[in-house]
């Protein structure tokens, strides 16, 4: 297979984290209060959910393996109780890289199927390269197909897998007394996000999913997402909204003969550039991703 531009930039953005990877000495793991004994943890990846109280501690997923001793103890300056829960809201090591440290401190790591599914394989990524399976300690032991209800101190949290979106095993995490959303990479904060087609990721998939979370969210839900600061329901909208947008450009092209290579030249993400621009995908290689996803839904 012949690499894309969209190919060699993440084979540049992968040699850019594991530049970072090198520097983890010197991340800080801040705790921000989300509500009550709710919080967001932000460090080097994902951001991490924390809820504590009487009967332990449990995690909304937990970034990197060389930040496992700083995001614990981070946790017991919340609270001394002992993990007891682990949620991975998808595959992504930025998200599941601690997996194997939690699980060795007694922790339980729950996820959606297709998550253990393909940690425990050989994957082929997009950009056409090997990636092996997980160390056994990594794999979620109690995996579910579309909801699993976890009842914990005093909380109803409620675990949602919808649509193949950001990738095919994607849940949002919905802490119901609370109103908090904790929405992985289905929602992130930092501009045009990014769709694992290789992973089972759509975009498609990833508009009816916001959809239908949209649908359970209210004005005071606080959503937290999977890369940036607390946001709303209104952002969340906002961010769904922009991407039928782009969606619905792309596919009107394609609609009309345009070839896949000229999409990036139509201006279809200018208006957006400015504000989400500044992430590691720019607009030119965002729209070559969700022609990708339209195309090969189309084949389906």
Same mark, same amino acid.
């Given at each position: 297979?012949?690499?894309?531009?969209?190919?060699?930039?993440?084979?540049? @953005?992968?040699?850019?984290?594991?530049?970072?990877?090198?520097?983890?000495?010197? +991340?800080?793991?801040?705790?921000?209060? +989300?509500?009550?004994?709710? =919080?967001?943890?932000?460090?080097?990846?994902?951001?991490?959910?924390?809820?504590?109280?009487?009967?332990?501690?449990?995690?909304?997923?937990?970034?990197?393996?060389?930040?496992?001793?700083?995001?614990? !103890?981070?946790?017991?300056?919340?609270?001394?109780?002992?993990?007891?829960?682990?949620?991975?809201?998808? +595959?992504?090591?930025?998200?599941?890289?601690?997996? #194997?440290?939690?699980?060795?401190?007694?922790?339980?790591?729950?996820?959606?199927?297709? +998550?253990?599914?393909?940690?425990?394989? #050989?994957?082929?990524?997009?950009?056409?390269?090997?990636?092996?399976?997980?160390?056994?300690?990594?794999?979620?032991?109690?995996?579910?197909?579309?909801?699993?209800?976890?009842?914990?101190?005093?909380?109803?949290?409620? @675990?949602?897998?919808?649509?193949?979106?950001?990738?095919?095993?994607?849940?949002?995490?919905?802490?119901?007394?609370?109103?908090?959303?904790?929405?992985?990479?289905?929602?992130?904060? =930092?501009? =045009?996000?990014?769709?694992?087609?290789?992973?089972?990721?759509?975009?498609?998939?990833?508009?009816?999913?916001?959809?239908?979370?949209?649908?359970?969210?209210?004005?005071?839900?606080?959503?937290?997402?999977?890369?940036?600061?607390?946001?709303?329901?209104?952002?969340?909208?906002?961010?769904?909204?922009?991407?039928?947008?782009?969606?619905?450009?792309?596919?009107?092209?394609?609609?009309?003969?345009?070839?896949? #290579?000229?999409?990036?030249?139509? !201006?279809?993400?200018?208006? =957006?550039?400015?504000?989400?621009?500044?992430?590691?995908?720019?607009?030119?290689?965002?729209?070559?991703?969700?022609?990708?996803?339209?195309?090969?839904?189309?084949?389906?």
């Amino acid at each position: 297979m012949k690499p894309s531009l969209l190919s060699f930039l993440f084979l540049a @953005l992968a040699f850019t984290t594991l530049r970072a990877q090198t520097n983890f000495d010197t +991340v800080k793991i801040r705790p921000v209060q +989300v509500a009550g004994n709710l =919080y967001m943890l932000k460090g080097s990846g994902g951001n991490i959910g924390v809820l504590i109280g009487d009967d332990g501690t449990l995690m909304v997923d937990d970034q990197f393996a060389p930040l496992s001793n700083k995001i614990n !103890g981070a946790i017991k300056t919340l609270s001394p109780g002992d993990i007891k829960f682990l949620i991975n809201t998808h +595959v992504h090591g930025d998200h599941s890289g601690g997996n #194997e440290n939690f699980k060795r401190m007694g922790v339980t790591i729950v996820a959606q199927d297709q +998550v253990r599914e393909r940690m425990s394989k #050989e994957q082929v990524n997009r950009m056409n390269m090997k990636v092996p399976p997980r160390e056994k300690d990594a794999l979620p032991v109690v995996t579910f197909a579309d909801k699993l209800n976890i009842h914990f101190n005093d909380e109803d949290i409620e @675990l949602v897998h919808f649509d193949p979106a950001h990738t095919d095993g994607d849940v949002a995490v919905h802490f119901k007394k609370a109103n908090v959303y904790h929405m992985g990479d289905m929602f992130v904060t =930092y501009g =045009y996000p990014f769709i694992d087609i290789s992973s089972g990721g759509s975009i498609n998939g990833i508009i009816s999913s916001l959809d239908k979370v949209l649908g359970m969210m209210d004005d005071q839900s606080k959503v937290i997402p999977g890369h940036g600061e607390l946001s709303t329901k209104a952002d969340v909208k906002k961010f769904r909204d922009r991407l039928a947008d782009i969606r619905d450009q792309v596919a009107a092209a394609l609609k009309k003969g345009k070839k896949k #290579e000229d999409i990036p030249g139509l !201006g279809i993400t200018d208006k =957006y550039e400015e504000e989400w621009g500044k992430g590691f995908l720019k607009g030119k290689d965002f729209v070559l991703m969700i022609a990708d996803s339209l195309k090969m839904a189309s084949a389906k």
